[in-house]
């Protein structure tokens, strides 16, 4: 998964708003499992305000046997 450029994680730069802020203001997300559950939190109260959205992962964002297993038949078993 790739982002515009510009975009970084959630928790890694200052919130601005509320009001009018440029169309290029994105966060990006990366997991590595298909179908994997999440929840945008909005914390409008946080005093770090890189906090001020946050992720919060309801299943596992990555996908251990299934990366491995295709790391295996791609690179042969040694």
Request: charge should be neutral.
């Amino acid at each position: 998964m790739s982002g515009r450029p510009g975009s970084v994680p959630p928790g890694l730069t200052i919130v601005k708003g509320p009001g009018r802020v440029e169309d290029d203001r994105d966060f990006l997300l990366n997991c590595l499992k298909d179908g994997a559950e999440f929840e945008i939190v909005l914390d409008f109260n946080s005093l770090d305000k890189r906090k001020v959205i946050d992720v919060r992962w309801l299943s596992q964002p990555v996908d251990v046997s299934s990366m491995k297993s295709t790391f295996l038949n791609f690179f042969g078993s040694r």
